[in-house]
């Protein structure tokens, strides 16, 4: 063994102890987390719920990128990452490129709709997909229906209230299902003797409650969670030495600095120490 092997280990090691940024609005994007972890198990993870901005579908654009480009700002001199993951698909429509060109040295992983897989799997070519209203009305949403599904008849559903009740069930409130229904119910669509057979699960919350879903659902359909593909392309990203190094523990960073306890609860219950912002 040479004396530079040591070094170039050391320096490996350094890399990796880099954290991974999981960022999302609320406490969805720990769909993502959960595979990423899966995936990458030698890797340290920062998650990161922007609860004081939360809900984003409510915000006015132009006001909502500022916030995340500039809370960004501060994550990135706080933390160092070697990677950051946008596990929130109104995040990443709205502002992923805005985060590239502020901090160039940092690879961005967004979550964005399946509408390609998606468009690829169906078999009826009835294809909906459940989002937030901010999802639905993005040019970004529509221009990924031009490129990969034009084949297809894609409904569009925008929910108002869905990530909320997802945080609640999340944190293990009980939520109405007459209410989940009302709010699915307009993805079902049958046309020309077909039936809608693949609904794309926009927004990271929304897998949370993927079993209600399908209980709740009028026929069986395929409930596209897209977390292990985004944590797919984030480990395509990274330089892996095949070893386990030791590293801190992964944590949790709420912007509002006050998560209620059901939510601290569910972070330890995650494996997430608690951070200040």
């Not at 706080?78 to 429509?93: L, R």
């Not at 039936?195 to 209980?215: G, K, Q, S």
């Amino acid at each position: 063994m040479t004396l530079v092997e040591p070094v170039a280990q050391k320096a490996v090691d350094i890399a990796l102890d880099r954290p991974i940024l999981v960022f999302d609005s609320g406490i969805g994007g720990l769909t993502v987390l959960r595979e990423a972890r899966v995936l990458m198990p030698d890797r340290r993870f920062v998650y990161i719920a922007d609860d004081a901005g939360f809900p984003y579908g409510g915000w006015e654009e132009e006001a909502l990128k500022a916030r995340i480009v500039t809370l960004f700002g501060g994550f990135i001199a706080q933390h160092d990452p070697e990677i950051a993951i946008i596990a929130c698909n109104t995040a990443s429509t709205l502002v992923l490129d805005d985060l590239r060109r502020a901090y160039p040295a940092t690879p961005f992983v967004g979550t964005v709709p399946a509408i390609k897989p998606a468009a690829e799997r169906t078999r009826s070519r009835l294809v909906s997909v459940l989002a937030t209203p901010g999802t639905v009305k993005r040019a970004y949403t529509r221009d990924l229906i031009q490129s990969f599904a034009t084949q297809c008849h894609v409904h569009l559903v925008g929910s108002e209230n869905l990530a909320r009740m997802a945080e609640a069930h999340i944190r293990g409130e009980a939520v109405d299902d007459a209410a989940v229904l009302a709010e699915i119910a307009p993805c079902f669509i049958e046309k020309d003797g077909g039936r809608t057979d693949i609904v794309v699960l926009a927004c990271t919350h929304y897998p949370f409650m993927a079993n209600v879903f399908r209980r709740l659902a009028p026929w069986p359909v395929d409930w596209l969670d897209p977390a292990e593909a985004i944590a797919r392309r984030a480990r395509s990203l990274l330089a892996s030495s095949g070893a386990q190094p030791e590293h801190g523990d992964d944590i949790a960073i709420f912007t509002s600095g006050q998560p209620d306890f059901s939510t601290r609860r569910l972070m330890q219950g995650f494996g997430l120490g608690s951070s200040e912002w």
